[in-house]
């Protein structure tokens, strides 16, 4: 009987776990959607959006950094504190701001491919930079994504505007960005903590976007229609609050790979959302490109998993 309900509660938690990886995906997903329905008013631009949703976000971190602050008596040092304005400018600030520009070209679901290699541009900087070889294996996997990236690039050419390669070169930097920031990260996470990092990353780049659009806006630049309001509210709680939340509670759940796995279908709830709210067309070709992207990114983080375990 106990060991019945035993696992009863288990099964119940790996359930909440799937549910919770899966809202967070979505969660992550519905950005570039959000994004482009603001862009669909042509009254705001890549600066503007980015602040009104930092400023929306940032009370909240705000909030996380004093309660992280009190959990943690010894104060950050000098070195950590310049590390965590570089990489929260570079990893949120910077990756945040050309992901926005590069929206204003490409559609939603090239947009989150993009973003979905991060997996195989990581690889790359920690060969780089710790002298690590990669395997043919691995190689095999990143030519089968970036093959998957060619499919639905030249899928979207077709249908989108000449500045096409610009969107996805924006997108590119904003993956490379975020990539630099992971490498960087590991090592001041583990010693400054997940949550307390985290927080303090995004106060760093919540002030950046302010900062940004007061110098180079006036203040009429937020007499905006309201639903551009309600667009970074719902960007600020949906797709970027609650997934950092669902996220850690499946992890705990589930556990990491799991998660990975499930937050897969990330490119492809925003290619279905993209064709439902934006009028994004979907094609066999698109659909075998984002299936090419999601094998590779798979196996390369299951590789990189085992490698850390090992």
């Given at each position: 009987?106990?060991?019945?309900?035993?696992?009863?509660?288990?099964?119940?938690?790996?359930?909440?776990?799937?549910?919770?990886?899966?809202?967070?995906?979505?969660?992550?997903?519905?950005?570039?959607?959000?994004?482009?329905?603001?862009?669909?008013?042509?009254?705001?631009?890549?600066?503007?959006?980015?602040?009104?949703?930092?400023?929306?976000?940032?009370?909240?971190?705000?909030?996380?950094?004093?309660?992280?602050?009190?959990?943690?008596?010894?104060?950050?040092?000098?070195?950590?504190?310049?590390?965590?304005?570089?990489?929260?400018?570079?990893?949120?600030?910077?990756?945040?701001?050309?992901?926005?520009?590069?929206?204003?070209?490409?559609?939603?679901?090239?947009e989150r491919l993009i973003l979905f290699l991060y997996p195989t541009i990581t690889v790359i900087l920690s060969a780089l930079v710790y002298k690590r070889a990669i395997?043919?294996?691995?190689?095999?996997?990143?030519?089968?994504?970036?093959?998957?990236?060619?499919?639905?690039?030249?899928?979207?050419?077709?249908?989108?505007?000449?500045?096409?390669?610009?969107?996805?070169?924006?997108?590119?930097?904003?993956?490379?960005?975020?990539?630099?920031?992971?490498?960087?990260?590991?090592?001041?996470?583990?010693?400054?903590?997940?949550?307390?990092?985290?927080?303090?990353?995004?106060?760093?780049?919540?002030?950046?976007?302010?900062?940004?659009?007061?110098?180079?806006?006036?203040?009429?630049?937020?007499?905006?229609?309201?639903?551009?309001?309600?667009?970074?509210?719902?960007?600020?709680?949906?797709?970027?609050?609650?997934?950092?939340?669902?996220?850690?509670?499946?992890?705990?759940?589930?556990?990491?790979?799991?998660?990975?796995?499930?937050?897969?279908?990330?490119?492809?709830?925003?290619?279905?959302?993209?064709?439902?709210?934006?009028?994004?067309?979907?094609?066999?070709?698109?659909?075998?490109?984002?299936?090419?992207?999601?094998?590779?990114?798979?196996?390369?983080?299951?590789?990189?998993?085992?490698?850390?375990?090992?």
């Amino acid at each position: 009987m106990a060991n019945h309900a035993r696992n009863t509660l288990i099964n119940r938690d790996a359930l909440v776990g799937v549910v919770f990886a899966l809202l967070a995906a979505v969660g992550f997903s519905a950005k570039a959607i959000l994004v482009k329905l603001a862009y669909l008013h042509n009254s705001v631009d890549a600066i503007t959006l980015l602040a009104l949703r930092m400023a929306f976000s940032v009370p909240f971190f705000i909030g996380v950094a004093l309660w992280a602050k009190r959990q943690h008596a010894e104060p950050l040092g000098g070195h950590d504190k310049i590390l965590v304005v570089i990489l929260g400018l570079i990893g949120y600030y910077l990756s945040s701001f050309l992901d926005f520009l590069g929206l204003q070209f490409i559609s939603a679901g090239l947009e989150r491919l993009i973003l979905f290699l991060y997996p195989t541009i990581t690889v790359i900087l920690s060969a780089l930079v710790y002298k690590r070889a990669i395997s043919r294996k691995v190689m095999a996997a990143m030519a089968l994504s970036y093959a998957g990236i060619a499919l639905v690039f030249f899928h979207d050419v077709g249908t989108m505007q000449d500045s096409i390669a610009l969107g996805a070169l924006l997108v590119f930097s904003s993956t490379l960005s975020y990539s630099v920031y992971l490498v960087g990260a590991g090592h001041a996470i583990a010693r400054i903590g997940a949550t307390r990092f985290t927080a303090y990353a995004m106060i760093v780049a919540s002030t950046a976007s302010l900062l940004q659009f007061f110098v180079t806006h006036p203040i009429s630049a937020l007499d905006l229609p309201v639903q551009i309001y309600e667009l970074a509210f719902s960007m600020a709680i949906f797709s970027t609050l609650l997934p950092v939340f669902l996220l850690s509670y499946a992890i705990r759940r589930i556990g990491s790979s799991s998660t990975s796995l499930i937050g897969s279908i990330g490119p492809v709830s925003t290619i279905y959302m993209a064709y439902v709210f934006l009028g994004e067309r979907i094609s066999l070709l698109q659909l075998a490109g984002s299936l090419l992207v999601m094998i590779g990114v798979l196996v390369i983080s299951m590789n990189s998993k085992r490698e850390m375990k090992s």
